[in-house]
């Protein structure tokens, strides 16, 4: 009789190996549908889970947490180190807006909404909002490596799935305390934690990579330069995990982590020996933890619970893409005078706004808290999640040519 230790093992290879190999298929079908691969991930999976019963991992096992936790972190990572400091000075007014007030704004809208169409009490309405209020990166991010657009779009909205994920956790937090509580709301204590888990995660974010940076890339005294690939997937990890020990935003630490790392020429340092091995060492690691979250997510999907409450939960996502979102951007975005966003910009960055993989753990977590009215965010949250990735994601490339944002490649392969 096999041990519980070799059992444990064996599972956890053939769960890994039967998912890339559906990955690596349904990639190439993502591609010759022209459709971005996490919708057809999520659609696969599922198939694969609840549709023919072949993949039956839970969202609360340690494997399905474990792949969420370093996927999004290391998707993160790359997401930061794709974009350029220059663009993000451009854009600072409207990513901060949109990563606080505008993740406000959605939670509120959307808690009202929740309200009358569950009949919940407030407290456990915005409860819910809070949960898919936020974009996820790991929805968008790979989504802009298909559809190339205008570079200052991209790099808001992929910026703002990164930092609002910090403003969705605080606020379902503290409504977490706030519901055991009693039902009570301390704002001052909800605007303390964010500005506390926010900073921390930055701080912990530009001093890890910063270090970690030099040593691999000054001229001089980069002692690790020849293992630039191994400590570039260090800073990632590392990034995340001390910034979680130090309860901090771990997301927002890895993803300043790569913004570090992607800008080392600004600070004098060079990665540019081993940057082709690193890129493509990345890419492939990303895409690979996209597979893994997205196809089991989708087999983690509960019928049951989206037919129980499938109007009031379309009606609410719904709500969401057409009111809420809309109403952030333009709030938060049109004001910047600076920028002087056009109008086609604006309606496409209320179009994308996925809901992923934080939504999913943090409805996963209140389920397993056995919160009243968990069945209720479990549900919208599942429903946010298959309708914004599979309807928006899978049109953000249609939207953007048909609003001219959309950037040609040339036959070097850039736009």
């Excluded at 889970?49 to 936790?69: A, C, F, K």
């Excluded at 753990?361 to 990735?389: C, E, K, Q, R």
Aim: contains cysteine.
């Amino acid at each position: 009789m096999e041990s519980a230790v070799t059992e444990a093992i064996h599972h956890f290879l053939i769960l890994i190996l039967f998912v890339i190999s559906v990955g690596v298929v349904s990639g190439k079908l993502a591609a010759w549908l022209r459709l971005p691969d996490v919708a057809v991930f999520i659609a696969v999976g599922m198939l694969l889970g609840p549709g023919l019963g072949l993949i039956h991992e839970q969202s609360g096992s340690l494997i399905n947490q474990l792949i969420l936790t370093v996927g999004s972190a290391l998707i993160l990572f790359d997401g930061g180190r794709n974009l350029r400091l220059s663009g993000l000075r451009n854009v600072w007014i409207t990513l901060s807006l949109l990563s606080v007030p505008g993740v406000v704004i959605s939670t509120i809208v959307m808690g009202v909404g929740v309200h009358y169409l569950f009949g919940v009490d407030w407290i456990f309405a915005f409860l819910a909002a809070a949960v898919i209020a936020s974009t996820d990166p790991a929805s968008i991010i790979p989504v802009f490596k298909q559809v190339k657009i205008k570079e200052r779009v991209r790099e808001t909205v992929e910026s703002e799935s990164a930092f609002n994920d910090a403003t969705g956790s605080i606020l379902t937090f503290s409504l977490l305390a706030a519901v055991a509580g009693g039902g009570a709301l301390d704002v001052g204590a909800m605007s303390w934690e964010f500005v506390k888990t926010a900073l921390g995660g930055i701080l912990a974010g530009l001093i890890i990579s910063g270090i970690l940076t030099y040593l691999a890339g000054h001229a001089r005294h980069g002692y690790f330069r020849d293992y630039s690939t191994i400590v570039m997937t260090v800073c990632a990890l590392s990034s995340y995990l001390i910034a979680d020990l130090l309860h901090v935003s771990g997301f927002m630490a890895t993803f300043v982590a790569g913004v570090i790392w992607g800008n080392a020429e600004t600070f004098g340092l060079s990665l540019k020996d081993n940057h082709v091995e690193m890129s493509s060492f990345a890419e492939n690691m990303t895409v690979m933890m996209r597979m893994l979250i997205f196809v089991l997510l989708g087999s983690q999907v509960n019928f049951a619970t989206l037919g129980q409450f499938f109007w009031p939960s379309l009606a609410a996502v719904l709500i969401l893409m057409f009111v809420a979102r809309p109403l952030s951007v333009l709030l938060c975005a049109w004001p910047d005078r600076k920028v002087k966003w056009t109008w086609r910009e604006l309606l496409f960055m209320c179009w994308v706004r996925e809901t992923g993989v934080i939504p999913a753990a943090l409805s996963g977590m209140i389920a397993g808290m056995g919160i009243a009215h968990s069945n209720v965010i479990t549900g919208l949250a599942f429903m946010a999640i298959v309708l914004t990735i599979i309807i928006q994601a899978s049109t953000t490339g249609w939207v953007a040519k048909k609003l001219g944002l959309e950037v040609k490649e040339t036959a070097t392969g850039k736009p």
